[in-house]
């Protein structure tokens, strides 16, 4: 699962791991696992680009040791060229796509993500989008639409892009 934060990939990929007996596994929830400390505490403490080589050499390992597991990535994973050579050894790689306007609704209050801390989130989430679409266009294999789904539509979705891919 890839895409823009808020997007869904880590409630969405809990629920078709959870409904299709599939294992699970979150870059974010590793990371945090690893390094005893949150995503905000890392960011302020270790910086960016610490938390950006962790998010490589987890999909690495995660090549290596993961079958018939949904993966959920950090929105920011794919922005690496190498991220997205790798990303495809792991798997289908599916794009969650979601409007600015929706991810602003999902979004408002969140204090998790130190990347759109401060400031005005709508205009914080157009700029960024505008710097990583085409990365996640480029990376995904099926995209998907997020806005105004059921989580049984959009795994439904994802079967038929695949089959017609
Ligand atoms: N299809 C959806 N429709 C409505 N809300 C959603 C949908 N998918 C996710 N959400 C909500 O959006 C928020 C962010 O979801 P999350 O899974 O953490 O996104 P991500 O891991 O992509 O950053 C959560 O509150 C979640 O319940
Ligand atoms: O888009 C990003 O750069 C980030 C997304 C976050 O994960 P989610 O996409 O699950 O919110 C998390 O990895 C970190 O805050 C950075
Ligand atoms: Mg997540």
Redesign the pocket.
């Known amino acids: 699962m890839i ?5 869904g ?2 409630t969405f990929g809990t629920w078709i791991a959870k409904n299709k007996k599939m294992d699970f596994c ?3 929830a590793l ?1 945090v696992e690893k390094e005893k400390k949150s ?1 905000n505490d890392i ?1 302020s403490e270790n910086g ?1 680009p610490y ?1 950006r080589e962790l ?1 490589t050499e987890i999909v690495k390992d995660l090549i290596k040791s993961r079958h018939n597991t949904v993966v ?6 794919p ?1 690496k060229p190498e991220n997205r050579e790798l990303l495809k050894k792991l798997g289908t790689v599916v794009y969650l796509r979601t409007s600015v306007e929706e991810l602003t609704k999902r979004l408002a209050g969140d204090t ?4 759109l801390a401060g400031g005005n989130i709508r205009e914080k989430i157009t700029h ?1 989008m505008d710097m ?1 679409l085409s990365d996640y266009l480029d990376a995904a294999e099926v995209i998907i639409d997020t806005d105004g789904r059921s989580f049984d539509e959009m795994y439904e979705n994802i079967l038929k892009e695949k089959r017609e891919a």
Not at 3 to 7: A, N, P
Not at 72 to 77: E, R, W
């Open positions: 895409g823009f934060m808020g997007c990939k880590t979150d870059t974010d990371i995503i960011f960016e938390f998010e959920s990535v950090g929105g920011g994973l922005l998790t993500r130190p990347l960024l990583r």
